[in-house]
């Protein structure tokens, strides 16, 4: 009797299955809009991943705290990415086959470039709010919250000639970010007339990087060109200090994780990366900025900022979507929302961020330099009309 | 032939550093046969109490020093204790010991993970300096490497002079022998857990000074130590010391040869070809202790 229960119940959910092929969450209780984050939460990018999430749980409680968005309830399923292309692969397939979300945010450059193709071949609308790499531009299914590799990095290398570097020696990590983002740099650097002197590579999960700035100081570069991620900046400069190597340090998107490990050795450095304006008069921005200091104590930087507007440009997509009818668990009826408003609220200086058809976006950056342990903006570069 | 006199200089105090780590897991491996990969446990729990205790409670650094390196010895003794002496009790196989030691090593990460976060902690109580020789730049934390001898021969006269000493030896060479002439294997087991153990936490303190704590430091830390163990030889931890010295001055000076990503490929290069043409280490019998 036991035994003949187990097809009556296959045969059950097979009829089940094909009669109502939502998701689960769809019939029961409030309605919940469930989609995916791959942030690093693990390994020496973990610190950045942290912020992401501060960013990310911020907005859905912003929108479900106002009553969802047209009686949908915001979810996120978050899942470690470990900094890797290989852990963005594995997250990614988590998402898509286990949790069956039909978008997510991704961060980091290999992480994007490895969930694309995935997220192509089922139908899931990919939002980078982290990766810098021109390569991540002109892909199908995914889109770009981010300065991007030339942008970001031409104003460091014109800065730099500006303050009399002819030379400069970069250290970059061994990813696609450091790869790519080394090649936009170098390539800015010598159109200027600027030489590169030295260039030398570093394992994600290095924390020691003797050998590397032994040869670097060797080159004596005026500049030391640096891609590396949340702590592991500051153990690099930390190092490079110690091993009295004396050119000024400059690189893409410092985070906290700079100043708190890289303490003294930190100051001077020079980043670029995304603006946030703290005395922006836009009201929405003005709101965010000052919600995230009474709740962290601290004016959020880009990594905190990105995965807000992320998922209040899904809140705006959600909502368009139900409007014209459409069913917002289909990836390809947000894409189809997105493309007719490729525009969303620029919640870190104010005014609006527009999706490029590269799928690039364009907003204002700014170069940040470490004086007395704090970021202090030093240049605002706005995007081309 | 400055960055070439640089490097050796800082493989020398790399390479001490490891040799110290080399000894301290060769105490327990050679003696108790067990690939004690959960030494990394005990390598990252003695660095965080140090953390705790000086950084963030403001003890003095000797007395958080002093305290965290009992710690860490009955930390390693308790491991045996209460995982492999069961294990050893019901004669499980090697691998049940590997398997266990894997397993503490990753709970532990993730507990550090979940205290301490994920991220790298600065011990700010150790200044990080250059320090000139001349044309070369070294750091404070490279010269406090070099301390790691003084550790090593304290370790050397402790198994030659002492009674349990003698006995870790013994056990070592022939744990049947051994046993036949009285000697306590398991009393041996627990002496060489605490000496090992304790070892960790001047180890952890060098490494910690350049690189910071991570939850995985343990894991880098035992990969490194654990290769040149096997590649000295099991015969004394002296083989694997100087192993491990040779393979810090590699690691520095390949750079020169070789694209910077491959520094860690080295260290393992150097194992497989030992493995295949040495098996019993490079040093066969010429280190005994």
Known sequence: MRLSVIPLIAAFALVAGNVHPLPLQAQTGPKTFTFGAMFPLSGPAAEIGEEFKRGLDMAIDDVNSKGGIDGWQLKSVVVDHKGTALGGAQAMNQLVNLDKVPFVLTTFTGVALTAQPIAAQNSVLLMNVGGTSNNLLGKPWLYNDQVMGDPLNQPLAQYS???????????????????????????????????????????????????????????????????????????????????????????????????????????????????????????????????????????????????????????????????????????????????????????????????????????????QQVKDGKYVTIKVVQPPK | MTILLTLLLLGLTVGSMYALFAVSFGLIYNVTHIFHFAHGAVISAGGYLVYVLVQLLGWPVWLGIAAAIPFAALLGAAIELFFYRPLRRRNAPHVAFFLTSVGILTVAEGLFGVIFGPGVLSLKFLPLAAIHIGDVSVTTANLSMLSAWVFIALVVVFLLATRSGRFMRAVADTPEVAKSTGIDLEGTYIWSFLLGSALTVPAMLMY????????????STILISSAAVIIGGRTGVLAGAIAALGLGILQAVAIVFLPSGWQDAVVFSVLFFVIALRPNGVFGLAFRW
């Open chain 1, 161 to 367: 000639y500006d303050n009399r570097a002819r030379t400069a020696a970069l250290l970059t990590s061994e990813d696609a970010y450091g790869k790519d983002d080394g090649i936009a740099f170098t390539t800015a650097f010598t159109k200027l007339g600027g030489k590169i002197v030295a260039s030398e590579t570093f394992p994600l999960t290095t924390t020691d990087f003797t050998a590397q700035l032994t040869k670097i100081r060797a080159s004596n570069p005026d500049v030391l060109y640096i891609v590396a991620v949340g702590d592991t900046q500051g153990l690099l400069v930390k190092q490079a200090r110690a091993l009295d190597v004396k050119a000024n340090i400059v690189g893409p998107l410092p985070t906290t994780g700079l100043i708190t490990v890289g303490g003294r050795a930190a100051e001077g450095f020079v980043g670029s990366g995304i603006a946030v304006d703290p005395t922006t008069k836009d009201p929405a921005a003005k709101a965010f900025l000052a919600a995230f200091k009474a709740k962290y104590n601290t004016v959020p930087e880009w990594d905190a900022g990105t995965p807000y507007e992320a998922v209040h440009f899904l809140a705006s997509l959600i909502h368009e979507t139900v409007r014209s009818g459409g069913d917002p668990r289909s990836g390809a009826a947000l894409l189809k929302a997105l493309e007719a408003h490729p525009v969303f609220q620029n919640y870190l200086s104010g005014g609006q961020v527009h999706l490029l058809s590269d799928h690039g976006s364009v907003r204002a950056l700014q170069l």
């Open chain 2, 208 to 219: 910690a000074w350049y690189q910071g704590l991570t939850p995985a430091a343990g894991l």
